[in-house]
């Protein structure tokens, strides 16, 4: 049987607090701070390995609900890394995309995503998404109003809709489905992670917390991703 090769690589970073109550650390940000590492460390990760894609989700929808502390720490967090590595970035020839709603992020913050994507969009070794303040049911409503709005202004028809076209108002359009999800922290569900993209994904749960997940797991993963068998249904 040929081996399967990751093309699109998604993942669920969970178990960032846990981390740090788990280490007794003053403050939960410490996590989350120690995960930005492992995220720095998975894209480099992703090169070496050849998976020209990669998704992460960072801030979900259901995020906001969190303390306006926490979200707060977590947004200037964001902030200070795309500011500080978009240079390192640039010299590994990574593209960052943000994707999400972005409406409800301050205007410092989208102007620091937009810089950063800007600053990027020319990158071609691999490209990473980003998900800040996603949600997958938010996403499809988000490209299901657009459609109506275009169908509204005459420049689409009802009829001619189809998954392909539909594609082309999500946030990832123009990039292929996931083919294989990794979610650390030991739950077992995708927690409203692309449900459109993921459709025919593989998924690899893992207990480990996200900011001890190493380069020798995602290996781990990768092997059994490549000796499954994938029919899409055929």
Request: proline residues 3%.
């Amino acid at each position: 049987m040929a081996q399967n090769k990751v093309r699109h690589l998604g993942v669920i970073m969970d178990g960032n607090r846990r981390w740090a109550r788990k280490h007794m650390l003053e403050s939960v940000m410490k996590g989350h701070e120690k995960g930005v590492d492992t995220f720095i460390d998975i894209c480099k990760w992703c090169e070496e390995e050849e998976i020209p894609y990669l998704t992460v989700y960072a801030f979900s929808t259901e995020n906001w609900n969190r303390s306006v502390q926490e979200v707060s720490s977590l947004f200037a967090l964001m902030e200070r890394f795309f500011k500080k590595e978009v240079q390192t970035c640039i010299e590994r020839d990574i593209r960052m995309v943000i994707v999400g709603d972005l409406s409800r992020l301050d205007p410092d913050a989208r102007e620091t995503v937009r810089r950063t994507m800007e600053m990027t969009k020319d990158c071609k070794t691999l490209t990473c998404q980003v998900a800040i303040s996603y949600g997958g049911r938010d996403e499809i409503l988000r490209a299901a109003r657009h459609f109506a709005e275009d169908v509204r202004e005459g420049i689409a028809v009802p009829s001619d809709l189809t998954e392909d076209i539909f594609e082309r108002y999500l946030d990832t359009a123009g990039v292929p489905d996931i083919d294989f999800v990794i979610r650390t922290g030991g739950n077992r569900r995708l927690s409203n992670f692309f449900p459109w993209q993921t459709v025919y994904s593989e998924i690899w749960f893992t207990d480990t917390l996200w900011p001890d997940f190493t380069k020798e797991e995602l290996r781990e993963a990768l092997a059994y991703y490549e000796q499954i068998q994938i029919n899409k249904g055929k």
